[in-house]
């Protein structure tokens, strides 16, 4: 069993390394200077960025200074650290919000809009949104005028939530210097980032996620209390299926939760029977969660639903072997219109048909094409989806005083994809997703064991989570939002082995000048 997680781990070491190349290269072409064309913006990011470059060159020592001093600030005042977030996040939306178009539109519309939700067939085509257009119809009855900026609002909730509990989770089950990393990269590479102005399931999945950890460390806690012990796994059970209703991938926690479980050694205590009897009652609460929310939809009669016209796990197989893997033109029109008793015969024989259609090459470029885009762009999506313009900007019209000025534009020139200022915010942010790497790839190459195999199950989710994506659709890293504190906690171990390494070797060099 030894040499088989020494195995994985060589994998995940070898993907991170691809991993790492990707967001460098992203970042190249993303920049993607024209020097024989220079607009002025171009050449005035060019000119301060050369200065800012020889000034760090000049002065280091006081740079890393200062990066230091900012660093302990941070960790020293976390509560208001806290505060300024959520007033830089708040400032984005009223200056920044807006109704992101895709399945965020017709979600919108079918929330808003009666007769829209009675003609529409997206609900039948995508069931698993029931339950999110079920939270947005909640939203909606509660101020039907100010929908889209309370979900974004909400979003900051479910951001900044998921930060202090996932925050406190890795405080308690590692060193408080990984915790503080944990903070500070989570704030930096996500927290700061406008994707809750996008409001899709992604951020209300990742709040998920976390109280799904929440129950677990709750649930080991209580292992010898029944009471506690039943209740924690019928929560659990609920978790989960929320998190699936939402964005199935997430069920790859679990998986991989089970294989931790049968991979290693286990303690008197975490015996097999008691394994067994959380997963049944769990699994009991996730069927019937399931199955009530299948009868609801089945039941309601507010949008349209028809449950042979449903996609199929084979769709999403033919859909990731599209080139890109998620090119929804490339799917047969006969395919999109087919119903359930036809969709997985014409599905297999278009599965075939792209198969054949590769060659050995092809196909091995197919993979690297979509690896390239789920692991490449820091953004998660912003510059790939550009589902935010300026005709998308939030029209109450008690907002429009702040959202019409010049300035809220020329913060929109930064925020949107669209804007002619954007690769001030896509070069910064490209810069932390390099950071961020940088930490997972040094993990993995001093991989180690941690407490209760929190590191071992994570890795194993993400390793679980890009062959998901590999197989089915794909080609976004917004996908990995779902896998965010997989991402940062594995990078936070990996930068605190370099920090500790950097620390010992100044320490050593002091030694030697005072000798």
Wanted: charged share 15%; with cysteine.
């Amino acid at each position: 069993m030894k040499k088989l997680l020494q195995f994985g781990n060589t994998i995940f070491f070898t993907m991170t390394v691809l991993w790492l190349y990707f967001a460098f290269r992203y970042a190249f072409e993303f920049v993607s200077i024209d020097l024989v064309n220079l607009n002025p913006i171009t050449a005035g990011i060019m000119v301060v960025a050369t200065i800012i470059i020889f000034l760090v060159f000049s002065f280091k020592n006081l740079v890393f200074s200062g990066l230091k001093k900012l660093y302990s600030l941070i960790i020293a005042h976390k509560a208001w650290t806290l505060v300024l977030l959520t007033v830089v996040q708040l400032f984005i939306l009223l200056t920044s919000g807006g109704l992101a178009r895709s399945d965020t539109t017709i979600l919108y519309q079918l929330t808003t809009d009666p007769n829209f939700a009675k003609e529409s067939i997206y609900i039948s085509n995508y069931p698993n949104n029931f339950l999110f257009l079920i939270y947005l119809k909640i939203i909606y009855k509660i101020s039907p005028e100010n929908l889209v900026f309370n979900l974004s609002l909400l979003n900051i909730v479910f951001v900044n939530s998921s930060l202090i509990l996932s925050y406190q989770l890795v405080k308690e089950y590692f060193k408080e210097k990984i915790a503080n990393i944990y903070f500070v990269l989570y704030i930096c590479l996500f927290a700061l980032q406008p994707q809750f102005i996008y409001t899709y399931t992604d951020l209300i999945t990742l709040f998920f996620i976390v109280l799904l950890f929440v129950v677990l460390s709750f649930l080991v806690k209580n292992w010898k209390k029944m009471k506690a012990f039943y209740m924690a796994s019928l929560g659990l059970g609920l978790i989960i299926g929320v998190c699936y209703n939402l964005r199935p991938p997430t069920v790859i926690y679990i998986i991989a939760l089970f294989a931790v479980l049968i991979s290693v050694k286990r303690s008197s205590v975490f015996s097999i029977k008691k394994i067994a009897m959380v997963s049944l009652i769990a699994f009991s609460m996730f069927y019937i969660s399931n199955k009530s929310l299948s009868i609801l939809l089945e039941k309601q009669d507010f949008v349209l639903y028809k449950d042979n016209y449903s996609r199929s796990l084979l769709y999403y197989v033919d859909l990731g072997l599209t080139y890109g893997g998620n090119y929804h033109h490339e799917i047969p029109q006969e395919i999109v219109a087919a119903t359930s008793d036809d969709l997985n015969d014409l599905v297999k024989k278009d599965i075939q048909k792209r198969l054949d259609n590769y060659t050995p090459s092809s196909f091995i470029g197919h993979l690297y094409y979509k690896y390239y885009w789920i692991t490449g762009e820091g953004m998660f999506g912003w510059n790939q989806e550009r589902v935010l313009s300026e005709e998308t900007r939030l029209q109450m019209p008690w907002i429009q005083g702040i959202i019409n000025t010049g300035f809220a534009q020329k913060v929109r020139s930064i925020v949107y994809a669209t804007g002619e200022n954007f690769k001030i915010q896509g070069i910064l942010f490209q810069m932390i997703w390099i950071v961020a790497v940088i930490g997972i790839l040094v993990y993995s190459f001093t991989f180690k064991s941690s407490p209760y195999h929190v590191a071992l199950w994570l890795q194993i989710t993400l390793f679980g989570g890009f062959l998901f994506l590999m197989i089915f659709e794909g080609g976004r890293t917004r996908y990995l939002i779902q896998f965010l504190p997989a991402i940062i906690l594995l990078s936070s171990l990996g930068w605190e082995q370099i920090l500790a390494f950097v620390q010992r070797a100044t320490q050593s060099n002091r030694i030697k000048n005072t000798e």
